[in-house]
Antibody, heavy 119, light 108 residues
Framework: EVQLVESGGGLVQPGGSLRLSCAAS????????MHWVRQVPGKGPVWVAR????????LYVDSVKGRFTISRDNAKSTLYLQMNSLRAEDTALYYC????????????WGRGTLVTVSS | EIVLTQSPGTLSLSPGDRATLPCRAS???????LAWYQQKPGQAPRLLIY???SRASGIPDRFSGSGSGTDFTLTISRLEPEDFAVYYC?????????FGQGTKVEVK
């Protein structure tokens, strides 16, 4: 089955850290650019970060630059998001998303993992 | 940053009705790099339309997309019970890729 499964979310205090993981299966992970997208319930999704297929090109939304790091292990078909210096405004459901091979739209989403930043 | 505006925030319609959902961009969307997603409660968004008017795999033909430049529309020709959900537009012209705030299609 073609799927993305996120893990690693939870409750963390402001200033703390979390590492999210996304296990991909059912497709050739190395062929795809991967993104993280987050969503606060009731709001529209927000793009967070993206990495190209071999990991040589990375982009972040301005609000997480210097705090979040996206990475991937192609041998394990896994995408990661290291989140440091977390703030209350980082609280959201974090989705691992596959970018379509032929375009910039998202053709496969995971179910998401919830990150709550609160004291 | 390209801002996408979806208004109204809620559409109250009945099964069998035609739904017309607009999405307006703050700048021209080149190459029609605009997608539409459907999201149901407790689920991740699902791709419906890409490149403004191309249906994704497995999407029923009652869903169609149109538009160019700064004005785009998602049309559902006849609402089925499973179509009541939130719909988002998204551009992929340049970074940051952004989404609209969504239009909820609810049962009247």
């Amino acid at each position: 089955e073609v799927q993305l499964v996120e893990s690693g979310g939870g409750l963390v205090q402001p200033g703390g850290s979390l590492r999210l993981s996304c296990a991909a299966s059912g497709f050739t992970f190395t062929s795809y650019w991967m993104h993280w997208v987050r969503q606060v319930p009731g709001k529209g999704p927000v793009w967070v970060a993206r990495m190209n297929s071999d990991g040589s090109s990375i982009l972040y939304v301005d609000s997480v630059k210097g705090r979040f790091t996206i990475s991937r292990d192609n041998a394990k078909s896994t995408l990661y998001l290291q989140m440091n210096s977390l703030r209350a405004e980082d609280t959201a459901l974090y989705y691992c998303v596959r970018r379509d091979a032929g375009g910039g739209y998202y053709d496969l989403w995971g179910r998401g993992t919830l990150v709550t930043v609160s004291s | 940053e390209i801002v996408l505006t979806q208004s109204p925030g809620t559409l109250s319609l009945s099964p069998g009705d035609r739904a017309t959902l607009p999405c307006r961009a703050s700048q021209r969307i080149t190459n029609n790099y605009l997608a539409w997603y459907q999201q149901k409660p407790g689920q991740a968004p699902r791709l419906l339309i890409y490149d403004a008017s191309s249906r994704a795999s497995g999407i029923p033909d009652r869903f169609s997309g149109s538009g160019s430049g700064t004005d785009f529309t998602l049309t559902i020709s006849r609402l089925e019970p499973e179509d009541f959900a939130v719909y988002y537009c998204q551009h992929y012209v340049n970074t940051p890729w952004t989404f609209g705030q969504g239009t909820k299609v609810e049962v009247k």
